[in-house]
């Protein structure tokens, strides 16, 4: 009888030893995918990021502002429970230079310098005038000045006298 209620307590573990080990879910890549998009949605310097999953393996790609927003998106990604390892395939987007407003800005420099009471900036292509200047100085300024074939003028900060 005692060998028959051990044989029995034996079983009982072993089952219930069988019946743990068989309910430890593996998380599934779909599911990783998953919480891993909810998380770049959700924050605003990931959400042109997009993921794939492996085995584990999340393959980030898309744009970033900068080398600190593409660092950030990988340790984002890393903290996702499943995740085994992440591929960051994000590219850092260059600046924006307008070699236009460059070389305008110059010109205007250039133009300028005999205009003591005007300052002047490039903005998009525009040129923006702020001061004052006497309208025979003034005329000649916009003869300089239309030379260098700029998209328009904001003359809201000049004062023609």
């Given at each position: 009888m005692k060998k028959i209620s051990i044989s029995i307590a034996m079983m009982a573990f072993f089952t219930l030893a069988i019946a743990f080990t068989s309910c430890k879910s593996k998380v599934s890549d779909a599911?990783?995918?998953?919480?891993?998009?909810?998380?770049?949605?959700?924050?605003?310097?990931?959400?042109?990021?997009?993921?794939s999953v492996e085995k584990g393996v999340a393959t980030i790609s898309g744009e970033c502002k900068d080398d600190a927003c593409k660092t950030h998106c990988a340790d984002l990604?890393?903290?996702i429970k499943g995740v085994k390892e992440v591929v960051n395939n994000c590219t850092v987007t260059p600046p924006v230079v307008n070699s236009t407003d460059d070389a305008l800005t110059m010109g205007l420099t250039d133009a300028l310098k005999d205009n003591p009471g005007v300052?002047?900036?490039?903005?998009?292509?525009?040129?923006?005038?702020?001061?004052?200047?006497?309208?025979?100085?003034?005329?000649?300024?916009?003869?300089?000045?239309?030379?260098?074939?700029?998209?328009?003028?904001?003359?809201d900060g000049l004062t023609i006298k």
């Open positions: 599911d990783v995918k998953t919480a891993v998009e909810t998380a770049l949605k959700a924050d605003p310097m990931a959400v042109n990021t997009m993921v990604v890393k903290g300052t002047g900036s490039v903005d998009m292509g525009k040129i923006v005038l702020k001061g004052e200047i006497a309208k025979a100085k003034w005329a000649a300024l916009k003869q300089m000045l239309d030379k260098l074939t700029p998209k328009g003028y904001n003359l």
